[in-house]
Nanobody, 119 residues
Framework: QVQLAESGGGLVQAGGSLLLSCVASGRIFSSHVINWFRQVPEKEREFVASIRWGAGTTYYADSVKGRFTISRDKGKNTVYLQMNNLKPEDTADYYC????????????RGQGTQVTVSS
């Protein structure tokens, strides 16, 4: 069993930055993928970024490419999402999951952290 806890959300002005963290308790296997998603009420979740736990290969949605960076620290069992040049349309609840593929279904998921970007 793995529990995920996100943190780092908040209110920021457009153009600002936030660093989200996703801390995992329990073992994550090299074959796992850690995804960040975001969701606004009454909409489908949107894939944001992912990283392969073993190889560290990263993937991004076109909407965040060049602005967001995903990384991992195996020693801390943590995945980060550095978000720069934030835009109002980035406002959402952000959560991480453990999956078997990019943007894949939840094996485990966290509760989320709210990001609000003001214009």
């Amino acid at each position: 069993q793995v529990q995920l806890a996100e943190s780092g959300g908040g209110l920021v002005q457009a153009g600002g930055s936030l660093l989200l963290s996703c801390v995992a308790s329990g073992r994550i296997f090299s074959s796992h993928v850690i995804n960040w998603f975001r969701q606004v009420p009454e909409k489908e979740r949107e894939f944001v970024a992912s990283i392969r736990w073993g190889a560290g290969t990263t993937y991004y949605a076109d909407s965040v490419k060049g602005r967001f960076t995903i990384s991992r620290d195996k020693g801390k069992n943590t995945v980060y999402l550095q978000m720069n040049n934030l835009k109002p349309e980035d406002t959402a609840d952000y959560y991480c999951n453990v999956a078997t593929d990019i943007g894949g279904r939840d094996i485990y998921r966290g509760q989320g952290t709210q990001v609000t970007v003001s214009s």
